[in-house]
């Protein structure tokens, strides 16, 4: 057998690019890994606004990053040892390199794997529950994060919506501080405005305890609920989410239960 022609410079040439192509890869795999990992934090911080949907678990998604991130450091350290074994080859004048690459075909089995468990993960988290959609679609709710404002459709006219409101709350015993009618107030002004009115209601021995442990909260105390009209004559009623107060005040968990019957009216005047 005819010796092999000693090794070039574009032999070692050809050697450190295909070693610098393995050290990308297994950097992209760290990157994406990481990115993975976080994806749970990313779907929980989208769910905190909609507390309807029910609570899921999104620990796979570290796993299946973490399985990423030592995968792209196992391809750093074996592109590592397969280009000093290359370079000592070509030295020799070998050709035990003259095959397909067990490296790369791992890789690729690995992440051909880790892709489909993946996808399987994402089609579980977000495949959407027909009933639980019809559900949320006939209440119409709506939930803004960012501001901590729900809103619900109203079933009858603003005055019906606010009278029935006021005789829960009386009924219930809570205290109703002021109807605040600002359409009626713009007509006073010579403008006009959708019917909208304001209800600020509350009870000091829920209150109080709540000011007590966060004094910021009093600023957002009494609680309210806004009944309005839009430019449609579709009726609706908003409130501020105990949750979004929770947070906005770090209140203690024990006592947002002194400010989740804002919920409850705001459900029942809706009806």
């Keep these: 057998m ?13 050697a450190e690019r ?20 976080r994806f749970g934090l990313f779907l929980q911080a989208m769910q905190m606004g909609q507390p309807s949907l029910p609570v899921r678990p999104y620990g796979p998604s570290f796993w299946f990053g973490t399985a990423l991130i030592v ?9 590592s040892w397969s ?24 890789v690729s089995i690995l992440l051909a794997v880790l892709g ?44 019906q919506t606010v009278g029935k409101l006021e005789a829960i709350l ?9 109807v605040v009618d600002h359409s009626g107030e713009a007509e006073k002004a010579g403008l006009h405005m959708p019917n909208t009115k304001l209800l600020i209601f509350g009870n000091p021995k829920a209150g109080t305890p709540l000011m007590i442990a966060s004094p910021s909260i009093a600023i957002d105390l009494p609680l309210k609920i806004l009944v309005w009209e839009d ?12 949750a979004y107060l929770q947070a906005r005040h770090s209140l203690p968990a024990e006592l947002v239960q002194n400010i989740s019957v804002v ?9």
């Design 2 to 14: 005819p010796d092999r022609p000693p090794s070039g410079p574009a032999d070692y040439l050809a």
């Design 18 to 37: 295909t070693f610098l192509a393995w050290i990308r890869t297994g950097l992209a795999l760290m990157g994406f890994g990481f990115v993975v990992a």
């Design 71 to 79: 995968l792209g450091v196992v391809v750093n350290l074996m592109s």
């Design 83 to 106: 280009h000093v074994r290359l370079v000592q080859e070509l030295k020799r004048g070998g050709s035990g390199f003259a095959q397909p690459s067990s490296l790369a075909i791992a």
């Design 116 to 159: 489909i468990a993946m996808a399987i993960y994402l089609v579980s988290v977000h495949a959407p529950n027909q009933t639980h959609s019809e559900t949320v679609q006939e209440k119409s709710m709506t939930s803004h994060p960012d501001n901590g404002i729900v809103t619900m459709p109203g079933h009858q006219s603003v005055d």
């Design 170 to 178: 009386e009924a219930k015993g809570v205290k109703l501080f002021a």
């Design 231 to 242: 430019s449609g004559g579709k009726v609706w009623v908003s409130y501020n989410s105990p």
């Design 263 to 271: 919920e409850a009216l705001a459900g029942k005047a809706a009806e």
